[in-house]
C-alpha cells in the first residue's frame, strides 16, 4: 500500500495559488510524488488542501524540506503550511 501526505495551508489567493501548484506538476512527479486531490475549504475560501499519494518517502521527504519547494511556497503566496504523512496499517 501507498504512504500518503495531507498537504494544508492558508494561500494569499486561491486562484493564484492554484495556477502556481498546476505549473509544478512535473516537478512533484520528478520527487514521486503523485497528486491525487485538490479542495478549497468553503469555510475559508483561502485555504488549501491537497492529497499526494508518494512512491517513494526519502525523495518525496527531501523534496518537501527543500529550498526549491519554499520558492514555489513563496511564489503562490502560500503560508502556515501543515503536513501529514499518513502510512497504511
Not at 43 to 54: G, K
Request: glycine share 4%; charged share 30%; hydrophobic share 45%.
Amino acid at each position: 500500500m501507498a504512504t500518503h501526505v495531507l498537504w494544508q495551508a492558508d494561500v494569499a489567493d486561491f486562484d493564484a495559488w492554484l495556477k502556481v501548484f498546476r505549473e509544478d506538476t512535473a516537478v512533484r512527479k520528478s520527487a514521486g510524488i503523485h497528486d491525487l486531490h485538490v479542495w478549497r475549504d468553503p469555510a475559508r475560501p483561502d485555504h488549501a488542501v491537497a492529497l499526494f499519494e508518494i512512491s517513494d518517502l526519502d525523495r518525496a521527504t527531501a523534496f518537501l524540506e527543500s529550498e526549491e519547494l519554499a520558492m514555489h511556497h513563496e511564489r503562490g503566496g502560500v503560508a502556515h503550511i501543515q503536513v501529514k504523512v499518513l502510512s497504511p496499517e
